[in-house]
């Protein structure tokens, strides 16, 4: 048995902006049910409403002081049970950090809100007794572990064995803050161990710290392990990750089932199967009505499930969404939301075709699966995707993916091939208009012929990317980590 503990800014259903949430959720859930010691931590955010939970005190961690320079910082440790699981999760209190109406905030003290978190799971740990056999960090907002560790922890022979893995869900946010805030993470006399460029220019970066003292790093797709190590795609870290290539591991994530099963999930009208698909077509009646939209089953409807940020490579949809709305009897639900630009481009479009598309501004969950299950394409035409969640979604709902091939999505979508009969979904190699343009009409055209779209919704119907797959891949390697 490991002893793990995986320290989260995010995990559902507490606390989720993005994929991180469920990550976290579905990998701990995992590895807790095959019979490892898992301990997760999450701050206590402001946004998680303590009426609904059964919090119980950690008794010996009540008050527990974090000594920064010149000041300290308390905190106490809840624990309660994870809803529809039969494990049970710590919460990091601080109040003073994570007492906001927000999981992330742009208050200036963002350094230290996570800086805190990264300190309080070691000192958990130490008052816990319990010596991890990884510590398994997320994204820059506690890729400070495996620094601290080598400072101000070094000298505690709990974590003499200890391995840290990172992994980067999105190398694009990566945590930067001017180099004055060292003194106050209580880093001022371990400056040997920043980055000196960055110092010297005026900056230290998280996740670049998180990189360097990691024990292995991983991501969430072996092409995304590929792409971040280039130029183009490496977000100004590609010759440190490089360096690492040897500790470099790229792991698809796994989707929760439990949560995302067309045969189980409670959120849609009706159930249905790889082999029963008449609750597909019930689901998208019910689906084009909540819309306001008017259609028969053979209208081909599409659907998009996202952030609206640059990432998502919405730009190159403006022609070809407004051609095929134009041109042609579809119709198009979008539920999402974020950056002004795109917000408008979709407020835009319903204006103008207001009988065959709705924009659903906002983030709605019972909607998303409503959208899984009642579309028949999804889109992603993200620019980059680290590994992306809903085309592997879409694939379980036998709604067809059509992406863009980049990240987790060229690892996760395999391109329909009619004569063959094989393949999951339409793929399309250069992000522009007309890469999109030409899936999304390939993608028209055999819908228009029924057998062949039928093999193609079973074929993705059959993939199979839940934890207990991909799961094994991060015991493996957390096993090889640690020689058990
Ligand atoms: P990212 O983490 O980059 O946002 P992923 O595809 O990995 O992208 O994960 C997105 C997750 O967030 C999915 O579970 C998706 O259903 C959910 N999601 C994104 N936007 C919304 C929204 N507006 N409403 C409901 N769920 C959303």
Redesign the pocket.
């Known amino acids: 048995m490991l002893r793990l503990c995986l320290a989260s800014s995010e995990f559902t259903p507490f606390a989720?902006?993005?994929?991180?949430a469920?990550v976290a959720a579905g990998l701990s859930r995992y590895l807790a049910d095959i019979g490892q010691d898992v301990r997760v931590f999450l701050p206590l955010y402001g946004t998680i409403d303590r009426r609904d939970l059964a919090l119980t005190p950690v008794e010996f961690l009540q008050n527990a002081v974090i000594p920064f320079e010149g000041r300290a910082e308390q905190f106490s440790v809840l624990t309660t049970p994870i809803p529809d699981s039969p494990h049970s999760i710590y919460f990091v209190d601080c109040p003073q950090r994570f007492g906001r109406n927000a999981i992330y905030a742009s208050d200036g003290d963002e350094h230290l809100r996570f800086g805190t978190f990264c300190r309080a799971v070691i000192q958990s740990c130490q008052h816990m007794g319990w010596a991890p056999d990884i510590i398994h960090c997320h994204d820059w907002h506690t890729a400070l572990i495996p620094l601290y560790l080598r400072s101000l922890y070094e000298w505690d022979n709990l974590f003499s064995e200890t391995r840290t893995v990172l992994t980067i869900?999105?190398l694009a946010y990566q945590g930067l803050f001017p180099a004055d805030v060292v003194t106050e993470l209580g880093l001022d006399a371990y400056r040997r161990l920043l980055w000196q460029d960055d110092l010297e220019q005026g900056r230290i970066n998280f996740l670049k710290m998180g990189i360097v003292y990691a024990d292995a790093v991983t991501t969430v797709s072996r092409t995304y392990a590929d792409e971040i190590r280039t130029e183009g795609s490496g977000c100004g870290l590609h010759e440190l990750l490089q360096s690492r290539s040897d500790h470099l591991f790229g792991i698809v994530?796994g989707v929760d089932y439990g949560q995302w099963d067309p045969a189980t999930d409670p959120l849609i009208e009706a159930n249905y199967t790889r082999e029963d698909l008449a609750g597909k077509k019930k689901c998208k009646t019910a689906l084009l009505r909540e819309m306001g939209l008017r259609a028969g089953p053979d209208v081909p409807t599409l659907g998009m499930?996202?952030?609206l940020t640059a990432?998502?490579g919405i730009e190159i949809l403006y022609e070809p969404l407004s051609e095929m709305l134009g041109a042609l009897d579809v119709r198009l639900i979008v539920?999402?939301?974020g950056e002004e630009r795109y917000e408008s481009f979709f407020t835009r479009l319903e204006s103008a075709f207001r009988a065959k598309m709705c924009f659903y501004r906002?983030?709605?969950?019972r909607?998303?699966h409503m959208i899984e299950a009642g579309c028949d394409m999804f889109l992603m035409p993200s620019r980059f995707?680290?590994?992306?969640?809903?085309?592997m979604?879409s694939l379980k709902y036998g709604t067809v993916p059509i992406v863009h091939r980049t990240g987790g999505l060229a690892d996760t979508v395999e391109p329909w091939d009619a004569e063959t009969g094989r393949g999951t979904g339409f793929v399309f190699e250069h992000h522009t208009p007309d890469g999109a343009r030409w899936a999304i009409g390939e993608a028209l055209r055999t819908f228009g012929e029924p057998t062949a779209w039928r093999q193609l919704i079973r074929n993705g119907m059959a993939m199979d990317y839940s934890w207990s797959r991909q799961g094994r891949a991060y015991l493996s390697l957390f096993a090889r980590l640690c020689d058990k």
């Open positions: 989720k902006t993005g994929g991180l469920d869900h999105n994530n499930v996202t952030r990432q998502k539920l999402g939301s906002g983030f709605q969950n909607l998303a995707e680290p590994c992306g969640l809903n085309q979604y």
